[in-house]
């Protein structure tokens, strides 16, 4: 089985749709346009229900099937938000928003996801319910933490879950998964280190943190090379190193040190957090001075459930003629985990083709891609949930 006709069909209505929200993005959970439009279609689709405001500006479609006697009850999930990125695109449907942009394709989701939502709410072939989830804030608020929070799997009686994004750099409209750990919890900390400050030709009246700090990105490095499983990844990352005292000729009293931790285990989570916040103190005091850590937690690993993995990869094999099933991993972060956390399901990647990575300037969704994107949500749907004759 290819791609669907009807998607064929509604390739041209889809894209539409993804080159207006592309030309209007909207960052984090200030979605407003997006979220109101994405109701709108719903409605006129005619979705036996559609709620705004969960997790915020999130929104849910419910689409009931030709018969409902199976009692499953299956969500899709799209994400809707953009990055604040300056677009360099040139194509003529570029960003009318200043410092805002579609970067991570999420316009391209939104679209699919909604052109998925049509077809199903025309064809009702299938023995359950679909509701369609559309969350706010992917890119780094959590929006798909807040829309569980808010009770929307109980709400609505969702037992599995699926997602999907796009993929440069794999050939369009192909796909790709794997089982288990897929993408990586991304935490962050601050680390402030105290010394004493003083004239930089006077060393020894001082207690250098610079000094300190220094050490402590080495001592760092060595949570990934000496602590942890070799099998099992990690990274850690000191991205910012910045100093009280802006002159040549100063020894600063204090350096602050920024970064992120990537993980996929549980184990290695819990490892890094322990490791990093002994280090900080530790060195410090080595030296003569103090450290603390301010421990910020993002979002967990995303880890794919096996059993709907392989049928979210069989149906994906049966529309692109293949499915590579053993995706690498990466150090990404993905707040579809908060969903896959409270209920089996699987992530996909769908090929965006040969474009600039996700979160360049450059990027842009490949509308190639739309009919297989939809033909696989459909799908998901058609086999999960058959009809009963
Ligand atoms: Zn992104
Ligand atoms: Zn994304």
Redesign the pocket.
Known sequence: MPVKNRFAELHGDITAWRRDLHQHPEILFETHRTSALVAEKLQAFGCDEVVTGIGRTGVVGVIKGRGTGSGKVIGLRADMDA?PIEEQTGVEYASKTPGAMH????DGHTAMLLGAAQYLAETRNFDGTVVVIFQPA??GGGGGKEMCQDGMMERFGIQEVYGM?NWPGQPVGSFSIRSGAFFAATDQYEITIHGKGGHAAKPHQTVDPVVIAAQLVQAIQSISSRNADPDDPIVVSVTSIESSSKAFNVIPARVTLKGTMRTMSKENRALGEERIKALAPLTAEAFGGTAEVRWIAGYPSMVNSEEQTEFAADVAEAISGGCERNAPITM?G?DFAYMLEERPGAYILVGNGDSAD??NPGYNFNDEAIPAGCSWWAEIVERRMPVIN
Not at 103 to 106: V, Y
């Open positions: 990055l970067a991570c394709g999420h992917e890119e994004h990404g993905e996700v979160h």
